[in-house]
């Protein structure tokens, strides 16, 4: 079982407490009725199916409750980061380095 | 003492015998014996049947890497196992143990005849068998393969044991307990650590058990041993013996499974027979050992044929001789003195046979002294003997000539082609291993996890090695737990350091095509399945693995992987690294259901949750379901009554008097804050911004796709408070989605989310007298048709209780939902009970509720709709605010497909016979055109208790708003049902009745 560290407790926590909630940094339009309609199926639809670092959403669901931000290696299931809601996407060669 | 056995040797206790029964007959063992060594000492080999030719087949090891020697062990109703290893199965007094996968009897068995017609049965005869006719899957393969799969028989009683869980968080586990593991524990204690070595035997030393004759610094090795796990216990380490380290899963969490009954005579009170440990270590050392490989040659499944190493372990550590006139076949010098040892205890050691033209002077000398006969290069090409090996051929090898063979008698031939570290945790880790020429065998390389792996497990043999390298290893670990490491040194006598050379299957002089030479034991894999399945295009070990099932038996490949490995990359004419070698998965070794259920069985296995009136409706009979985790009252049957008899009379009750409802599980959301009404505004496809307080009104909830979620009447209480109702099941969601929204989307709305469902008890009455019924106990409010209409909302004291009172129906009928705090949930609904006498008031459940708002055409999320449904193909485009600037969905409803022709829509049906149909029942147009016929929607809700005079139905129909008035069909297995077409609306299309 994956530990995941909550940016809003600040804790390391066992994955049993959180949920995982899809990927991040995808914005909901200002305006949704100015999209076309192939805008709008790429917002609703499509995803990145990545094999490596991975920007998703998790939510500390028996815990805070708050949706926050991670990167995440899909092959190794560690996480680099994890960084509160509305912050900026992380750099992520930078990360990679680090965690080396 | 039994035949076999040698007063005064192994770790048993002659002063302890102790009897237990196999296959019904009494046999005397000792304590500390397992069942394969209790047996052995009686000169019992035979103790099972293999599992696909049903031959005879004694233990091969002593340990739980065994494949062949699984019984039923039994201890009174309902304590059954089936394939239990009996090299691990402990006796005590009164064990039944059985064979298994045998008819009539363990000697003489009918299934044999699979042995017979093994050519039958060869590589991927699942896939070539059974493939046609395909008439025949149904009566003659399919049952064929029911009755002979699975090994064993399940038990059928419930198991009356309880197994626990525990977590455990420790700065250092050390899995295996060997001279490897025992080292790094003594680096590691005393330092301020926790430290856990735990080993999955019922007692510690690992090969130190096994080979006694080793001297440790001077001392005896079980001296040694003794005194060294005394040491450790005094330094606080936790020592957990008969605990398997079961899988390794991410970021150092081991599982691990304790075995705390399975060997005691009587079961101790209140203790559970297995313990699943949730093992969370800083640092993991791995020292799991290595584990000895088969020989692969014709007849190497014999009863008698073991592993020399698991004969050295019967001997020296239970004091059994397994056989008196032994062979030994060898390609290592390990095995040479297994030799040596038996013919130290008495034995008359036959011959040592080594595939090996030269051979260690040391040893062919000892041989010499002792007595025993040597062939060195030789092979062994088949064996005899019925039930019981009895002789055994051996060739000369010339090159890769065989020469004549020569039949030697023996009662046991024990072999070894070499060890196996064992790398399945490590492998677990998602660990690179890397192939090793002159060992011929994978070793640990890297792994992600922090966790160190020593001894045996990477390669190296001999006690001194193992004991030195899990002194120095562990000191890695150490370092990074902030402590100092140290180097103990060790001097080890007599200590028994070997090599050898890999062998592939034996050499011999007869048809390789007919040798039964086995690879997998459990499975019944030969070396012929494994080339044949190459010639048959399988390239990947993968592909091998699963075509053959080689590696696929409860010992999970232990014995099996590398000699597979080495048989299908000879036949691929490739190196093994390049043939890949199968993934290890957990769990390690075989584990009980129970160990990892834990406590999530009975009463505990799912949260049942309970209104505060929950207790009243089970005291007036009600029949319960499930609903979102939560019990809910069904129906009320009165005596006698079946289900449809107590809802057609609930519901006529309410249409003409009065029915309560205990509505509380209804998901609550509080919606507060300054921009609450902007928030549910832009949550629900309804217009918000205009409800004035104190007024209700119906929400829809769609997702971002335009497809319904939930949907629930909010009442706003004032301005900056709404109180929000979803569906019982979807309460949880709606909250995770509004959070969603709230917290990722919109931060700016300065709102609060909090679930109120269990802070309220919700009683909802309805029906013509239900105002009459609740207006005495309002106080100082009129529920009059002026004050207080349809889809208001009041916060007043009921029954002397604050409350938050709706007028609202979900059944046509004039309705009152009273929110109480939850406590007085019961007290309030009994004031109305009793007062309700007075008007025939009649408790209702979920099934009456549903057949009431079906009959008003309400829908009931998820049933009338399957998240592919739209507010217009329900009918209900009246919900949508289109003036709205956004609502989540509103831009989704646009979409092509959405506004498409044709999509299916929420109609009513009235069948013509008037008969009630199937919820779930297909839809076509033509019930004559060809099959497949084309399906045009589906029944959705139907029912024929209700106050109409015909059965009702709901369903969705492509294009059905515009089908008003036609016929469709319902085809169903004995024949054709037609319906009409109608709106959803079945009663008071007016809404006359929820006026007061």
Redesign the interface.
């Known amino acids: 079982m994956i530990q995941i560290h909550c940016p809003y407790c600040g804790e390391t926590l066992p994955e049993l407490e959180f949920a995982y909630a899809g990927e991040a940094h995808i914005v909901r339009p200002e305006s949704p009725s100015e999209q076309t309609d192939e805008e709008w199926a790429a917002f609703l639809f499509l995803r990145d199916n990545v094999k490596g670092p991975h920007f998703e959403r998790w939510r500390h669901a028996h815990g805070c409750g708050r949706f926050f931000n991670a990167v995440r290696n899909t092959i190794t299931d560690r996480f680099y980061i994890t960084y509160k809601a509305g912050e900026p996407r992380p750099d992520l060669a930078k990360l990679l380095e680090e965690s080396k | 003492m039994s035949k076999h056995r040698l007063r005064g040797r192994g770790r048993v206790d002659a002063s302890q015998p102790v009897v237990f029964t196999f296959d019904g007959k009494p046999y005397t063992g000792l304590k500390g014996d397992t069942v394969a060594s209790a047996l052995l000492a009686h000169g019992v080999h035979l103790m099972g049947r293999s599992f696909k030719y049903h031959r005879p087949r004694g233990a091969i090891a002593a340990g739980s890497e065994e494949p062949n020697a699984l019984i039923g062990t039994r201890r009174g109703p309902g304590r059954f196992e089936p394939n239990t290893r009996a090299t691990v199965q402990e006796i005590w007094d009164g064990l039944e143990t059985n064979s298994q996968n045998k008819f009539p009897s363990l000697k003489w068995d009918v299934g044999a005849v699979n042995d017979a017609a093994y050519m039958l049965f060869s590589a991927g005869f699942y896939y070539k068998t059974f493939m046609w006719p395909r008439s025949f899957w149904d009566k003659v393969y399919e049952p064929f393969i029911r009755a002979a799969a699975g090994l064993g028989v399940s038990p059928s009683e419930e198991d009356p044991d309880t197994y626990a869980s525990r977590y455990l968080y420790c700065d250092l586990l050390i899995v295996g307990a060997g001279p490897a593991g025992i080292a790094a524990a003594r680096e590691a204690a005393g330092k301020g650590l926790s430290v856990v070595l735990v080993d999955e035997n019922s007692e510690m030393g690992g090969t130190l058990l096994s080979e006694p004759q080793s001297k440790i610094d001077g001392k005896s090795a079980w001296t040694w041993l003794e005194d060294e796990l005394a040491a450790l216990k005094e330094a606080g380490v936790k020592l957990m013996t008969r605990t398997t380290a079961i899988g390794y899963?991410?970021?150092n969490?081991i599982g691990m499974v304790e075995k705390l009954t399975d060997h005691l005579p009587t079961l101790p009170a209140d203790t559970p027979r297995e313990r699943m440990w949730?093992v969370r270590a800083k640092q993991v050392v791995l020292a799991q050992g290595a584990l000895e490989k088969p020989l692969v040659f014709h007849g190497n499944d014999r009863p008698g044929v073991m592993l020399a190493g698991s004969a050295q372990t019967y001997l020296h550590r239970y004091g059994v001789k397994v056989g008196e006139s032994p062979v030994v076949v060898t390609s290592h010098d390990s095995a040479w003195y297994a030799a040596f040892d038996l013919q130290a205890a008495g034995a008359y050691v036959q011959a040592i046979v080594d595939t090996r033209p030269q051979v260690r002077q040391d040893l062919q000398a000892e041989a010499r002294t002792r007595g025993i006969p040597v062939k060195l290069g030789h092979t062994v090409t088949a064996t005899g003997g019925r039930l019981r090996i009895n002789t055994v051929r051996v060739n000369p090898l010339n090159g890769t000539h065989v020469g004549n063979g020569q039949w030697i008698k023996c009662d046991a031939l024990l072999m070894s082609g070499g060890w196996t570290p064992s790398l399945h945790l490590f492998s677990h880790t998602?660990g690179s291993l890397i192939w090793d020429d002159d060992l011929t065998t994978f070793l640990p390389k890297d792994t992600?996890e922090d966790c160190i792996i020593t001894g045996a497990s990477r390669g190296l043999w001999g006690v001194e090695a193992a004991l030195k390298d899990g002194s120095v290893r562990v000191g890695e670990a150490l370092s990074k737990l902030g402590v100092e490491a140290t180097v103990s040194d060790y001097t080890v006598a007599d200590d028994r350091v070997g090599t050898g050379v890999t062998m592939r299957e034996l050499p011999t002089d007869r048809s390789a095509g007919k040798a039964k030479a086995f690879v997998d034991f459990q499975n019944d894999v030969t070396a012929k399945d494994l080339r044949l399945a190459v010639r048959e295009g399988m390239r990947s070990i993968e592909h091998v693995k699963r075509y053959t099932t080689n590696g696929m038996a409860t010992d999970q490949g232990k014995m099996s992987n590398i000699n597979g490995l080495n048989i299908a990359a000879d036949a691929l004419g490739k190196k093994q690294p390049q043939v890949g070698l199968t993934t290890f998965r957990p769990p390690y070794t075989p584990t009980t259901f129970g160990a990892f259920a834990g406590y999530h069985r009975g009463d505990h296995f799912e949260v049942v949750r309970k209104t505060q009136i929950d207790g009243w409706a089970e005291e007036n009979a009600a029949v319960f379901e499930p609903v979102g985790q939560w019990r809910r009252a069904r129906y009320f049957p009165k005596a006698g009554e079946t289900m449809d008899q107590a809802v057609a009379r609930e519901c006529a009750a309410t249409r003409a008097s009065v029915g309560i409802f205990d509505a509380s599980t209804l998901g609550k959301i509080e919606v507060v804050g300054p921009d609450a009404a902007e928030f549910v505004n832009r949550m629900y496809t309804n217009p918000f911004m205009k409800l004035a307080p104190g007024k209700c009104r119906y929400g829809l909830l769609l997702g971002?796709?335009g497809y319904i979620r939930d949907d629930g009447v909010i009442a706003r209480i004032s301005d900056e408070r709404f109180h929000v109702t979803t569906t019982t099941g979807g309460a949880a969601r709606v909250l995770?989605m509004m959070?969603?929204?709230l917290?990722?989307?919109w931060?700016d709305l300065n709102v609060w989310l909090t679930s109120t469902t269990e802070q309220w008890s919700t009683v909802a009455v309805n029906g013509p007298n239900a105002a009459k019924l609740l207006q005495p106990f309002v106080k100082d409010f009129a529920l009059t048709e002026d004050n207080f209409p349809h889809m208001s909302c009041v916060e007043v004291e009921v029954a002397g209780y604050p409350a938050r009172l709706w007028r609202v129906s979900f059944t046509g009928e004039i309705g009152f939902e009273i929110n109480v705090p939850a406590p007085y949930g019961r007290a309030l609904w009994e004031t109305l009970w009793d007062a309700g006498q007075a008007y025939d008031i009649t408790a209702y459940g979920t099934e009456t509720m549903h057949v009431l708002r079906a009959e008003k055409g309400y829908i009931i999320v998820g049933q009338d709709t399957d998240g592919t449904v739209t507010p217009y193909d329900a009918g209900m485009g009246w919900a949508v605010g289109t003036k709205k600037?956004?609502f989540v969905g509103?831009?989704?409803l646009?979409?092509?497909d959405l506004v498409a022709k044709n999509r299916k829509q929420l109609v009513g049906l009235v069948t013509e016979d008037q008969s009630c149909l199937e919820e779930g029942a297909q839809i076509v147009l033509d019930p004559n055109q060809p099959i497949p016929m084309k399906m045009v929607g589906h029944v959705t809700s139907s029912y024929h208790q209700g106050t109409t005079d015909h059965p009702i139905a709901l369903a969705l129909v492509e294009g059905g708003h515009s089908k008003m008035g036609e016929t469709v069909y319902i085809p169903m297995p004995d024949r054709t049902i037609a319906a009409k077409v109608t709106g959803t609306v079945f009663v008071d299309p007016e809404n006359a009745r929820l006026k007061i």
């Open positions: 899963y991410h970021e969490m949730r998602k992600p971002d796709d995770t959070e969603d929204y917290q990722t989307e931060p600037a956004d509103m831009r989704g646009k979409r092509p």
